[in-house]
T-cell receptor, first 114, second 114 residues
Framework: GAGVSQTPSNKVTEKGKYVELRCDPI?????LYWYRQSLGQGPEFLIY????????DSGLPNDRFFAVRPEGSVSTLKIQRTERGDSAVYLC????????????FGPGTRLTVL | RKEVEQDPGPFNVPEGATVAFNCTYS??????FFWYRQDCRKEPKLLMS???SGNEDGRFTAQLNRASQYISLLIRDSKLSDSATYLC???????????????FGKGTKLSVIP
Protein backbone atom coordinates (compact mmCIF):
# COMPACT_ATOMS: atom_id res chain seq x y z
CA GLY A 1 0.00 0.00 0.00
CA ALA A 2 0.93 3.64 -0.17
CA GLY A 3 3.45 4.86 2.35
CA VAL A 4 3.79 8.25 3.98
CA SER A 5 4.08 11.03 1.44
CA GLN A 6 5.43 14.53 1.94
CA THR A 7 5.31 17.59 -0.26
CA PRO A 8 7.22 19.44 -1.47
CA SER A 9 10.34 17.29 -1.59
CA ASN A 10 12.48 20.42 -1.67
CA LYS A 11 11.70 23.97 -0.62
CA VAL A 12 14.00 26.95 -0.99
CA THR A 13 12.88 30.16 0.63
CA GLU A 14 14.26 33.46 1.77
CA LYS A 15 14.83 34.48 5.35
CA GLY A 16 11.69 35.93 6.84
CA LYS A 17 9.25 34.11 4.57
CA TYR A 18 6.43 31.76 5.61
CA VAL A 19 6.43 28.09 4.55
CA GLU A 20 4.04 25.17 4.78
CA LEU A 21 5.11 21.56 4.63
CA ARG A 22 2.56 18.82 4.04
CA CYS A 23 2.41 15.23 5.27
CA ASP A 24 -0.02 12.56 4.10
CA PRO A 25 0.19 9.58 6.49
CA ILE A 26 -0.56 5.94 5.84
CA UNK A 27 -4.30 5.45 5.61
CA UNK A 28 -5.80 4.50 8.96
CA UNK A 29 -2.82 5.58 11.05
CA UNK A 30 -4.04 7.71 13.92
CA UNK A 31 -0.62 8.73 15.25
CA LEU A 32 1.41 11.28 13.32
CA TYR A 33 4.82 12.69 14.26
CA TRP A 34 6.97 15.47 12.86
CA TYR A 35 10.76 15.36 13.24
CA ARG A 36 13.56 17.62 12.05
CA GLN A 37 16.96 16.34 10.93
CA SER A 38 19.91 18.69 10.63
CA LEU A 39 23.05 17.71 8.75
CA GLY A 40 25.07 15.11 10.61
CA GLN A 41 22.46 14.64 13.31
CA GLY A 42 19.73 12.16 14.04
CA PRO A 43 16.11 13.27 13.66
CA GLU A 44 14.70 15.32 16.55
CA PHE A 45 11.09 15.20 17.66
CA LEU A 46 8.91 18.24 17.03
CA ILE A 47 5.24 17.38 17.58
CA TYR A 48 2.85 14.44 17.93
CA UNK A 49 -0.80 14.19 16.86
CA UNK A 50 -3.27 11.58 18.00
CA UNK A 51 -6.21 12.05 15.68
CA UNK A 52 -6.87 15.74 15.18
CA UNK A 53 -5.28 17.05 18.36
CA UNK A 54 -1.67 17.98 19.00
CA UNK A 55 -1.15 15.77 22.03
CA UNK A 56 2.52 16.65 22.53
CA ASP A 57 4.17 19.75 21.04
CA SER A 58 7.09 19.83 23.45
CA GLY A 59 9.65 19.55 20.65
CA LEU A 60 8.66 22.69 18.76
CA PRO A 61 11.66 25.03 19.08
CA ASN A 62 9.69 28.28 19.37
CA ASP A 63 6.37 29.92 18.53
CA ARG A 64 7.30 30.40 14.88
CA PHE A 65 6.52 26.71 14.42
CA PHE A 66 2.95 25.44 14.32
CA ALA A 67 1.26 22.32 12.99
CA VAL A 68 -2.30 21.25 12.31
CA ARG A 69 -4.15 18.09 11.44
CA PRO A 70 -7.75 19.28 11.07
CA GLU A 71 -9.38 16.06 9.84
CA GLY A 72 -7.12 13.56 11.53
CA SER A 73 -5.29 12.62 8.35
CA VAL A 74 -3.15 15.11 6.45
CA SER A 75 -0.96 17.35 8.57
CA THR A 76 0.67 20.68 7.74
CA LEU A 77 3.75 22.04 9.50
CA LYS A 78 3.87 25.82 9.31
CA ILE A 79 6.96 27.94 9.88
CA GLN A 80 6.66 31.72 10.14
CA ARG A 81 9.48 34.24 9.66
CA THR A 82 11.92 31.56 8.61
CA GLU A 83 15.54 31.80 9.71
CA ARG A 84 18.66 30.26 8.22
CA GLY A 85 18.87 27.95 11.21
CA ASP A 86 15.56 26.38 10.19
CA SER A 87 17.28 24.76 7.21
CA ALA A 88 16.96 20.99 7.67
CA VAL A 89 15.07 17.95 6.46
CA TYR A 90 11.60 17.82 7.97
CA LEU A 91 10.39 14.24 8.36
CA CYS A 92 6.89 13.03 9.03
CA UNK A 93 6.10 9.59 10.46
CA UNK A 94 2.86 7.76 11.14
CA UNK A 95 1.91 4.71 13.13
CA UNK A 96 -1.11 2.86 14.45
CA UNK A 97 -0.17 4.11 17.94
CA UNK A 98 1.48 2.42 20.90
CA UNK A 99 5.11 2.06 21.93
CA UNK A 100 5.76 -1.07 19.89
CA UNK A 101 4.04 0.12 16.73
CA UNK A 102 6.50 0.90 13.98
CA UNK A 103 6.72 4.51 12.92
CA UNK A 104 6.92 4.72 9.14
CA PHE A 105 8.72 7.76 7.79
CA GLY A 106 8.02 9.78 4.71
CA PRO A 107 10.83 10.86 2.38
CA GLY A 108 11.05 14.25 4.02
CA THR A 109 11.03 17.85 2.85
CA ARG A 110 14.44 19.46 2.50
CA LEU A 111 14.03 23.09 3.54
CA THR A 112 16.72 25.60 2.65
CA VAL A 113 16.45 29.13 4.00
CA LEU A 114 18.70 31.58 2.18
CA ARG B 1 24.76 14.90 27.88
CA LYS B 2 22.82 13.61 24.90
CA GLU B 3 20.04 11.15 25.67
CA VAL B 4 21.32 8.62 23.14
CA GLU B 5 25.02 8.33 22.35
CA GLN B 6 26.62 6.26 19.64
CA ASP B 7 30.08 5.52 18.31
CA PRO B 8 30.75 8.42 15.97
CA GLY B 9 32.29 6.29 13.19
CA PRO B 10 32.72 6.17 10.31
CA PHE B 11 33.35 2.46 10.14
CA ASN B 12 35.07 1.28 6.96
CA VAL B 13 35.10 -2.50 6.74
CA PRO B 14 35.81 -5.05 4.00
CA GLU B 15 33.07 -7.26 2.63
CA GLY B 16 32.54 -10.29 4.82
CA ALA B 17 33.71 -8.59 8.00
CA THR B 18 31.81 -8.55 11.27
CA VAL B 19 31.09 -5.11 12.67
CA ALA B 20 29.59 -4.05 16.00
CA PHE B 21 27.87 -0.79 16.90
CA ASN B 22 27.35 0.34 20.47
CA CYS B 23 24.93 2.78 21.96
CA THR B 24 24.13 4.08 25.45
CA TYR B 25 21.04 5.89 26.64
CA SER B 26 20.67 8.12 29.65
CA UNK B 27 17.00 7.90 30.60
CA UNK B 28 16.24 4.80 32.64
CA UNK B 29 12.53 5.31 31.87
CA UNK B 30 13.17 4.42 28.23
CA UNK B 31 10.62 1.85 27.18
CA UNK B 32 11.35 0.58 23.69
CA PHE B 33 14.53 0.26 21.70
CA PHE B 34 15.26 0.07 18.01
CA TRP B 35 17.91 0.22 15.35
CA TYR B 36 16.99 2.22 12.27
CA ARG B 37 18.91 2.33 9.02
CA GLN B 38 19.20 5.48 6.94
CA ASP B 39 20.62 5.54 3.43
CA CYS B 40 22.12 8.75 2.07
CA ARG B 41 19.45 11.41 1.54
CA LYS B 42 16.67 8.94 2.38
CA GLU B 43 14.31 8.54 5.30
CA PRO B 44 15.09 6.32 8.31
CA LYS B 45 13.71 2.79 8.10
CA LEU B 46 13.26 0.35 10.95
CA LEU B 47 15.94 -2.33 10.89
CA MET B 48 14.91 -4.17 14.02
CA SER B 49 13.48 -3.80 17.47
CA UNK B 50 15.73 -4.67 20.41
CA UNK B 51 14.68 -6.84 23.33
CA UNK B 52 16.32 -7.69 26.64
CA SER B 53 16.56 -11.33 25.64
CA GLY B 54 18.47 -10.37 22.52
CA ASN B 55 17.16 -10.96 19.05
CA GLU B 56 18.49 -11.98 15.70
CA ASP B 57 17.35 -11.35 12.14
CA GLY B 58 19.54 -13.12 9.64
CA ARG B 59 22.99 -11.55 9.78
CA PHE B 60 21.88 -8.95 12.33
CA THR B 61 21.88 -9.45 16.10
CA ALA B 62 20.72 -6.84 18.60
CA GLN B 63 21.23 -6.85 22.35
CA LEU B 64 19.85 -4.72 25.16
CA ASN B 65 21.28 -4.41 28.66
CA ARG B 66 18.83 -2.40 30.75
CA ALA B 67 21.06 -2.38 33.83
CA SER B 68 23.91 -0.78 31.89
CA GLN B 69 21.57 1.19 29.60
CA TYR B 70 23.46 -0.19 26.64
CA ILE B 71 22.32 -1.36 23.21
CA SER B 72 24.36 -3.10 20.55
CA LEU B 73 24.02 -4.20 16.95
CA LEU B 74 26.20 -6.85 15.36
CA ILE B 75 26.35 -7.34 11.61
CA ARG B 76 27.98 -10.52 10.39
CA ASP B 77 29.29 -11.22 6.87
CA SER B 78 28.94 -7.57 5.81
CA LYS B 79 27.60 -6.88 2.33
CA LEU B 80 28.13 -3.82 0.15
CA SER B 81 24.41 -3.15 0.53
CA ASP B 82 24.85 -2.76 4.30
CA SER B 83 26.56 0.60 3.69
CA ALA B 84 24.36 3.16 5.43
CA THR B 85 24.03 5.14 8.65
CA TYR B 86 22.75 3.12 11.60
CA LEU B 87 20.68 5.03 14.13
CA CYS B 88 20.16 3.89 17.70
CA UNK B 89 16.66 4.84 18.86
CA UNK B 90 14.75 4.76 22.14
CA UNK B 91 11.22 5.76 23.07
CA UNK B 92 10.11 7.41 26.27
CA UNK B 93 6.48 8.20 26.92
CA UNK B 94 6.69 11.70 28.39
CA UNK B 95 3.00 12.34 28.76
CA UNK B 96 -0.23 10.54 29.37
CA UNK B 97 -1.27 11.48 25.86
CA UNK B 98 0.32 8.38 24.39
CA UNK B 99 3.23 10.07 22.65
CA UNK B 100 5.95 7.57 21.78
CA UNK B 101 8.34 10.02 20.27
CA UNK B 102 11.53 8.46 19.03
CA UNK B 103 14.81 9.77 20.42
CA PHE B 104 17.64 9.18 17.99
CA GLY B 105 21.37 9.02 18.37
CA LYS B 106 23.49 10.89 15.83
CA GLY B 107 24.05 7.69 13.88
CA THR B 108 27.11 5.71 12.89
CA LYS B 109 28.10 5.60 9.26
CA LEU B 110 29.13 2.23 7.86
CA SER B 111 30.94 1.81 4.57
CA VAL B 112 31.50 -1.75 3.36
CA ILE B 113 34.37 -1.84 0.92
CA PRO B 114 34.80 -4.41 -1.88
Amino acid sequence: GAGVSQTPSNKVTEKGKYVELRCDPISGHTALYWYRQSLGQGPEFLIYFQGTGAADDSGLPNDRFFAVRPEGSVSTLKIQRTERGDSAVYLCASSSGGSEDTQYFGPGTRLTVL
Amino acid sequence: RKEVEQDPGPFNVPEGATVAFNCTYSNSASQSFFWYRQDCRKEPKLLMSVYSSGNEDGRFTAQLNRASQYISLLIRDSKLSDSATYLCVVTISYSGAGSYQLTFGKGTKLSVIP
